[in-house]
């Protein structure tokens, strides 16, 4: 299936991250309430899932390797169910910003539409750069780093401090780290509305997504960064405003202080899965040229002078 990809200018990052804030003013009971039941099936996905992790992290002596494997199932459920949440989220907020009716439980319209199988192979994909990420920065780092670094983590698990140990090539880690990031969050976040809604199989939209990270790496970068920026100094300031919060309602009961701050987090986070998801969408429309039609105006009823009416 041809696809059509814009090369667009670096100001498109910009102006998708504008018009992600901007999310909402349509429908944002839908569109809110999506983000917050997307959190909510992560949260307790993850909260079941850890539950072999945690007993094995309380005892005296916390293994490693023990621990490791018990989080193993947990990642790749999370890896997984992931993209189907992704789709789910970005076809509610097309369908809001298109006009047409939604509502928040419409975030498992993958399951009801047949997409959920390909948008799960695509978290195998992300798994298989993991690992092969992984084994790289295992080469670079050295046979003595990661024992040493393992030793840190056991200490630190038991209560007491240890200095992190020092890479054999800290530079070229951080690369195929920074690597790792860009090419596996644009494979994940591009391909998804690649397959929910211009309809490519799992290669092609694998295939279009390198080739749109790579032909529109300002846009892409730019918009990533401010977004990045944007979190940790908003996270701050919802940091800052929850002391606030806690402190205030503390007066009346600490409970009450508990509540307020968790139900700022809870929208804080709300506001982040919308934007992130949003400014996602938003490239999609604009590099592969799949805006929304405008609705048709009404025909007049009334013939015109000279005109037959049917």
């Known amino acids: 299936m041809t696809q059509p990809m814009r090369k667009v200018p670096l100001t498109h ?19 809110f309430g999506a983000a917050v039941l997307f959190m909510a099936v992560l949260y307790l996905l993850a909260l079941v899932l850890a539950t072999p992790a945690r007993s094995l992290a309380g005892g005296a002596n ?156 300002g846009a892409y970068l730019l918009a990533a960064m401010l977004f990045v920026l944007g979190v940790v100094v908003s996270a701050v300031l919802a940091s800052v405003i929850a002391i606030v919060l806690v402190q205030v309602g503390s007066l009346i009961h600490p409970v009450v202080g508990a509540l307020l701050a968790a139900s700022l987090y809870l929208a804080y986070g709300a506001v982040v899965v919308v934007v992130m998801v949003g400014t996602c969408y938003y490239a999609w429309r604009d590099v592969f040229g799949q805006g929304e039609q405008p609705v048709a105006p009404q025909a007049s009823s009334t013939p015109r002078p000279g005109q037959l009416e049917a």
Do not use: C
């Open 62 to 217: 916390p293994d490693m390797a023990s621990i490791a494997t018990a989080v193993i199932p947990m990642f790749v459920a999370l890896v997984l169910v992931l993209p189907i949440l992704l789709a789910g989220l970005m076809h509610v907020i097309r369908e809001a910003e298109a006009g047409r009716p939604t509502r928040a439980r419409d975030l498992f319209a993958p399951l009801r539409l047949g997409k959920a199988g390909p948008l799960a192979l695509l978290g195998l994909i992300q798994i298989a750069l993991t690992l092969v990420s992984t084994a790289l920065v295992v080469w670079l780092a050295g046979q003595e780093y990661w024992p040493q670094y393992l030793e840190m983590m056991r200490s630190a698990l038991s209560g007491h401090v240890a200095t992190a140990p020092e890479p054999d090539h800290p530079g070229l880690m951080m690369l195929v780290q920074f690597l790792f990031n860009y090419f596996s969050n644009a494979i994940l976040l591009i391909s998804v509305p690649l397959i929910m809604f211009s309809g490519l199989s799992l290669s092609d939209a694998v295939k279009h997504s390198v080739s749109a990270s790579l032909w529109n790496l």
């Open 13 to 31: 990052g910009v102006q998708w991250l504008i018009r992600a804030i901007n999310l909402g003013t349509r429908n944002p009971r839908a569109i």
